[in-house]
């Protein structure tokens, strides 16, 4: 069983949401990545997303994307942030890692080099962007024999014959985009989430991970009545852009208070549900 199965499942058993919080690798230096992600897992972080910066990153919004230039600013490539993760490792062996970003980096690596690197190195799941489950075929084998675990987005506009080959080809959870939109768009409609992640659970044996327009305590606490897993992103890339000029000091008790603030929000919810 992985990591992030037996957590998700431990989870669960208690009547607990997880908390996904995600920061870009090399934002807003890379000095700090490894740093901020202890402080994430010291303030309530079940599990940990890290972004591969990444020339291109179409599906993200403003916010992250102008967190992947400045990481970019000091070339922060995959094999970075694979040594970034390890370096985590040496304190840190049992909060699960997902790596997520865009397919060209992988596929510049070698999927076999880079799925052998990922996983000897203490990475956990891969959630490429670009790699829908139609066109993963190679793809996925590599990283399944690896022993990592898939993760798919999926979407309100989904069709359910996708839905199903996610459930078939995906691994640890599904990760539900909660907008229409790019990555911290903001209309977040609680009924049509909770509609929707109830569809998802009709066709998909996956835990449900809900991500996108989560910005602050009280969409924590709606999305985690119904959520297995709560993503939060851009609210705290936003915090590290406010602060990028600022004393390390200062970025990590702006993201403190807001993961205090996210994990009191889930925390609520699932008290309200025991």
Not at 125 to 151: C, F, H, K, N
Not at 222 to 230: F, L, P, R, T, Y
Not at 235 to 255: F, G, T
């Amino acid at each position: 069983m992985s990591r992030i199965k037996s957590l998700l499942s431990n989870l669960k058993s208690q009547g607990k949401t997880a908390l996904i919080p995600y920061i870009t690798a090399g934002d807003p230096n890379p000095g700090m990545t490894v740093e901020l992600m202890h402080a994430l897992v010291e303030e309530g972080a079940d599990i940990l997303e890290l972004g591969v910066p990444f020339s291109d990153p179409m599906a993200d919004g403003p916010v992250i994307q102008k967190a992947v230039e400045r990481a970019l600013e000091y070339n922060v490539s995959l094999r970075d942030v694979l040594q970034m993760v390890a370096q985590f490792r040496q304190k840190n062996d049992k909060t699960p890692i997902i790596l997520m970003g865009y397919l060209n980096p992988i596929e510049a690596m070698g999927y076999q080099t880079f799925a052998d690197k990922a996983k000897s190195v203490g990475v956990d799941a891969v959630l490429t962007v670009d790699m829908p489950p139609e066109e993963s075929s190679g793809y996925l084998e590599v990283m399944q024999s690896a022993g990592l675990d898939r993760i798919f987005l999926v979407s309100p506009t989904t069709p359910d014959s996708r839905l199903q080959a996610v459930n078939e080809q995906g691994s640890g959870f599904v990760y539900y985009v909660s907008l229409k939109g790019v990555t911290g768009s903001s209309a977040l409609n609680t009924d049509e989430v909770t509609h929707q992640v109830n569809h998802l659970k009709t066709i998909m044996n996956l835990p449900v991970g809900i991500g996108f327009g989560i910005r602050n305590g009280d969409t924590a606490y709606e999305m985690a009545k119904v959520g297995d897993a709560i993503i939060v992103g851009s609210a705290l890339v936003s915090l590290i852009e406010q602060n990028a000029s600022a004393d390390q000091a200062v970025i990590m008790d702006a993201i403190s208070e807001k993961m205090c603030e996210f994990r009191r929000g889930i925390d609520q919810a699932d008290a309200e549900k025991a």
